[in-house]
Nanobody
């Protein structure tokens, strides 16, 4: 059974940085992609960054140039710089396997104060 555990969230002042980490455990046959999504209060969940195995990362326009996603096997990271209050959300780690299955972490809260 696959489990994803996020860490690294917290409270940071605008302009600061945080690094989110996600570790996947369990039996993973083949990873299609891993990524980060977020959901702010009153808003829909949205893609933040995603990296396809063997491919290039994709970013939501609002975080381009500020966030960097990286992956090391079954671990994925999100380096967040120049944080803004509008980045405040619960951030979720996502794992996609090759036959369409998706797994989600429980989320880690990022709060950016102004």
């Amino acid at each position: 059974q696959v489990q994803l555990v996020e860490s690294g969230g917290g409270l940071v002042q605008a302009g600061g940085s945080l690094r989110l980490s996600c570790a996947a455990s369990g039996i993973i046959v083949s990873i299609k992609a891993m990524g980060w999504y977020r959901q702010a209060p009153g808003k829909e969940r949205e893609l933040v960054a995603r990296i396809i195995s063997g491919g290039s990362p994709n970013y939501q326009d609002s975080v381009k140039g500020r966030f960097t996603i990286s992956r090391d096997n079954a671990k994925v990271y999100l380096q967040m710089n120049s944080l803004k209050p509008e980045d405040t959300a619960v951030y979720y780690c996502n794992l996609e396997v090759v036959y369409g299955r998706n797994y989600w972490g429980k989320g880690t809260l990022v709060t950016v104060s102004s």
